[in-house]
C-alpha cells in the first residue's frame, strides 16, 4: 500500500522487526523489483511459509522491508516482490493521519511489523471508506470501502505469534496488504470505478469532502 510522500518509520517494540535487527538477520539487503497489475503473481493465492526461521524467509523479509522504505510505502506484500508466500510488512505511520477521517484517524498508528501466514477477524459491522493507493497500481488512487474494526493474527519474524486489534488505518493496511496474498488488488474492493482516479487529483476530492 502506498502512503503520503512524508511517511516514515515509527518505533519498533517487541515482536515487530527493527532495521537493526535486518542487518543481523540478513547482511545482503536488496531493493526488490515491484509487480504491477497484470503480472500473474499478483492474481495467485499465495502459499504459507513454512519456516520463518529460514535464511531466505529472512533475507527476503530485510529486502521487502527495505524496498517498502525506498519505495515511500506503508506496505508491502512478498507476491508483490514476485514471491507466492503469505508474508506481508507494514507501518501505519502517524504523519499519514492529516488526511483520514475522523473515524480513521482513531488509530492511525502502528509500528513496522512483520507478519507471516497472517489471518484476519472482523470484529464489527461497521464500515469505513477511505482513498487507497498500491505501489502495484503506481499513479492511481481509488475510494474502498472496508471493515474498521479487525483482529489480525500471524507469527512475526521470530515465529512468534502477533494477536492484534486495529481500527481505522491501521486495519485498512493490513487488509490491503493481506488481499494480495489471495491474489486482490484494491480496485476488485471498489463499490464505484468512477472514484479510481490519478493520484495528483485526489486533492479535489478532498477538497469537496470538507466543503
Not at 71 to 87: I, S, T, W
Not at 181 to 201: A, C, K, T, V
Request: aromatic share 4%.
Amino acid at each position: 500500500m502506498e502512503s503520503g510522500p512524508e511517511s516514515g518509520l515509527s518505533g519498533a517494540p517487541s515482536g515487530c522487526f527493527d532495521r537493526a535487527g535486518a542487518g543481523r538477520h540478513s547482511p545482503a539487503m536488496a531493493i526488490l523489483k515491484i509487480a504491477r497489475m497484470g503480472h500473474p503473481v499478483l492474481a495467485r493465492k499465495a502459499e504459507p511459509v513454512k519456516n520463518p526461521a529460514d535464511p531466505g524467509i529472512q533475507n527476503l523479509i530485510a529486502s521487502m522491508i527495505e524496498t517498502m522504505i525506498d519505495a515511500n510505502g506503508a506496505g508491502l506484500a512478498a507476491p508483490q516482490v514476485h514471491v507466492p508466500l503469505r508474508l506481508v510488512v507494514f507501518q501505519a505511520p502517524e504523519s499519514r493521519s492529516d488526511t483520514l477521517s475522523e473515524e480513521e484517524r482513531f488509530d492511525h498508528t502502528a509500528p513496522l511489523t512483520v507478519l507471516i501466514n497472517p489471518e484476519i477477524e472482523i470484529l464489527g459491522p461497521e464500515t469505513e471508506g477511505g482513498w487507497e493507493g498500491c505501489l502495484s497500481v503506481p499513479g492511481l488512487r481509488g475510494f474502498v470501502e472496508r471493515p474498521n474494526h479487525i483482529r489480525y493474527r500471524g507469527l512475526d519474524q521470530n515465529g512468534q505469534p502477533v494477536s492484534r486489534v486495529a481500527r481505522g488505518f491501521h486495519a485498512r493496511v493490513v487488509q490491503h496488504e493481506c488481499d494480495h496474498l489471495d491474489g486482490i488488488l484494491y480496485p476488485r474492493r471498489m463499490n464505484d470505478l468512477s472514484q479510481l482516479i490519478f493520484e495528483s487529483e485526489v486533492r479535489h476530492w478532498l477538497k469537496a469532502e470538507s466543503e
